[in-house]
């Protein structure tokens, strides 16, 4: 915990920061008391918070692109049910009125000067630093990918650029295997990769193709789904439905000209299993941001090295993390950054008043496991693996309540409340409660 750190200067909060950036910010060629890198659900969220703490004057946003995207619909719109354009906003949009917007792209983070360069060789410094950068998805991991996209059958859903190809090889989906994988890396939305599974079951059965498929899921993991409450039940949907698992087993290569992909075996190294395909959906390996592993500012695996509990740098005080870009031991998903980014806001908000932070964040995340095209289990839990319930209900069983919250609800709170900074704090689904919308 170290928040005092910013006043061993003896000098309040804001004064003793502000003395560190004398040498950087004359020579930088702008300087803003709050920069916030990257323009994502973090990003944003954190960047409308600031905003009201700081004034707009104060605080830039670094984000090169022109497209915002509501990630978590990409599960509906492989599965058909929603279309790639309702996820998509322009990023001036959703940009906080009055906030700087950098269309750059961060090149570089030097903390001890507390100052950042961008790709066109600005250099920006500030008092205080968000890093809201996101992970980075690495299908060139794979042998034979990204390039082996240009075939038919084979898609995914963790990236624009391939969601829309998982909607057509499973309308084109006409005998064989349906094979889905989970790769052997952490993941951002970790029940994803089987969401789009049950999906696909539940769409052969609608059009009548399902005796003629053997729906596979090869997953790296030892188990079907972290958390045991949820895993039973999933267990149980699998065995209803004929679902094939095949656990610890690792996507190494994909062979798009001849609809095969090959696996690892990861219990017996070296030991592979060629699987051919009708259909492909593929869960890329993941990684941190590269920009925060090649800083001072990452852990020894490169991911943002941050306090568990206040979400604040370990070694550097003045900077900050929310998201998929940290090592905050939970699950990456958008519940978690709607969880952090109250309990961020507050921590940077007691640092200013020179006090101690007082709000903890436990974890919280959640992951809607969409199981038809009218049923969600919904998980929530915390650090430690343990459930931590909404609804006064069975959430591992499925409900059709469950499956409109995340097809029509969520994305609404999201565009309308998260990223205007309104809606956040130790468990999203329980302020939907608070707003009564049980």
């Known amino acids: 915990m170290i928040y005092g750190n910013l006043f061993t200067l003896g000098t309040p909060g804001i004064t003793a920061v502000s003395h560190l950036h004398t040498s950087s910010r004359a020579s930088a060629d702008m300087h803003y008391k709050m920069l916030v890198l990257g323009g994502g659900s973090g990003g944003i969220s954190m960047s409308a918070r600031m905003k009201r703490l700081f004034g707009a004057e104060n605080v830039a946003v670094v984000e090169p692109s022109e497209t915002h995207y509501y990630q978590p619909i990409w599960t509906l719109v492989g599965a058909g049910a929603k279309t790639s354009a309702s996820s998509a906003r322009h990023t001036a949009s959703v940009m906080p009125a009055g906030v700087k917007w950098v269309k750059s792209k961060v090149q570089e983070i030097n903390p001890e000067n507390n100052t950042i360069r961008t790709d066109d060789g600005k250099e920006i410094s500030y008092e205080y630093l968000i890093i809201a950068l996101g992970l980075q998805l690495h299908f060139e991991k794979i042998k034979g990918l990204p390039e082996g996209f240009e075939h038919p059958k084979i898609g995914s859903n963790y990236s624009i650029q391939t969601v829309e190809k998982t909607w057509k090889a499973l309308k084109d989906f006409k005998a064989g295997n349906a094979v889905f994988t989970f790769p052997n890396t952490p993941v951002k939305c970790a029940g994803a990769p089987q969401k789009i599974m049950y999906l696909s079951d539940a769409y052969l059965r609608k059009t009548g193709k399902r005796n003629e498929a053997r729906v596979i899921y090869n997953t790296s993991l030892p188990v079907l789904f972290g958390i045991k409450k949820y895993a039973d039940s999933l267990w149980d949907i699998v065995k209803q439905r004929d679902l094939q698992i095949n656990l610890r087993q690792n996507l190494i290569e994909v062979r798009a000209d ?4 090959v696996f690892e075996n ?7 299993t060629v699987f051919e395909y009708e259909m492909l959906h593929v869960t890329p390996p993941m990684g941190p941001n590269l920009i925060v592993k090649s800083s001072p500012l990452g852990d020894e695996a490169g991911w943002l090295d941050l306090d568990k509990d206040y979400l604040q740098h370990k070694k550097y005080p003045n900077v900050f993390g929310i998201g998929d870009c940290t090592n905050l031991p939970t699950a990456k998903t958008g519940a978690a950054v709607a969880a952090q980014s109250a309990v961020l806001s507050r921590t940077i908000s007691m640092i ?10 436990d974890g919280y995340t959640s992951c809607p496991l969409v199981t038809s095209y009218k049923s969600v289990i919904l998980a929530e839990f915390d650090y430690n693996g343990q459930p931590l319930e909404t609804f006064p209900i069975n959430q591992a069983k499925e409900s059709r309540i469950m499956y409109h919250m995340k097809a029509d609800v969520m994305p609404h709170l999201y565009w309308h409340g998260l990223l205007r900074g309104l809606w956040g704090g130790p468990g999203p689904y329980r302020k939907l409660m608070h707003l009564g919308m049980k």
């Not at 990861?266 to 592979?272: I, Q, V, Y």
């Not at 200013?352 to 964040?361: E, G, S, W």
Request: proline fraction near 10%; charge should be positive; avoid cysteine.
């Open 352 to 361: 200013l008043k020179n006090q101690k932070p007082d709000k903890i964040y």
């Open 258 to 261: 001849k609809q095969e992909a």
């Open 266 to 272: 990861l219990d017996k190294p070296g030991e592979t």
